[in-house]
């Protein structure tokens, strides 16, 4: 999977600290933010819960090579726009599967076999004219394609409160961390303390992980 960042709001810690302040001020000709001030105000509406200032902030991310199976769960979250590859109109090839890499040898082995068969038979129903509408219901959920997604920044560190979190599944977690990664060096005021809740407070789970130390360490020097 490959995740690039292809556009965002320029200056993204200043628009939302800008936002902010406007709320506080009479004057807007009078409205002045060094470095200093955009880190106040932004750390202040954050830990208040006055969010809807992030909106104004947008990220949009390519993402290439991520499975169905993934993609089927970031769609999930609706407060975001998506234009995905469609295989109605794409032909699915055998390289287009995606393979878990923490599954033995033998694993492989067997989903990669499982994968060419159902590219036999895909191709096969191609050739009786079946369309690639139709064609594609023999393929596995392992299936890759391509996705475009925006997301603004009040939205994103509710992904990543979800997503970067080890009980998120492996590729939409890998996913988040990519796209985290991405909007930290763009905004690193906004996602100082993003990633899974435990980063910025409590875990909300009945059973913690046992390394939150080491999970909020990693998070902070993302
Ligand atoms: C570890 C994990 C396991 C999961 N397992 C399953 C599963 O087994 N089955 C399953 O179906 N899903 C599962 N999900 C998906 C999950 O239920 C959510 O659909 C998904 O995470 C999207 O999150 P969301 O609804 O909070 O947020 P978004 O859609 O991203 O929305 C953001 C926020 O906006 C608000 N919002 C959005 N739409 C509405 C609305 N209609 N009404 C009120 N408020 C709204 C909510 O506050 C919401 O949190 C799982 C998710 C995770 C992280």
Redesign the pocket.
Known sequence: MKVSLIEYTPNPDYTAAFAARVCYSSNTEKLKLDNEGVKNILRRVIKSGHHSVLEHVNFTFLIEGISRVATH?LV?????SYSQQSHRYTKIKMESFVIPKGISEEAKRLMKKHFNASIELYNKLLDLGVKKEDARFVIPQAVSSNIVVTMNAR?LL??FS??C?V??QWEIRHCAIEMLRLTKSKAPVIFENAGPSCVGGRCPEENPCDNIREIREYFKNL
Do not use: M, Y
């Open positions: 769960q999930r979250h609706r407060i975001a939205e509710h992904f979800l997503r979190c009980r998120a």
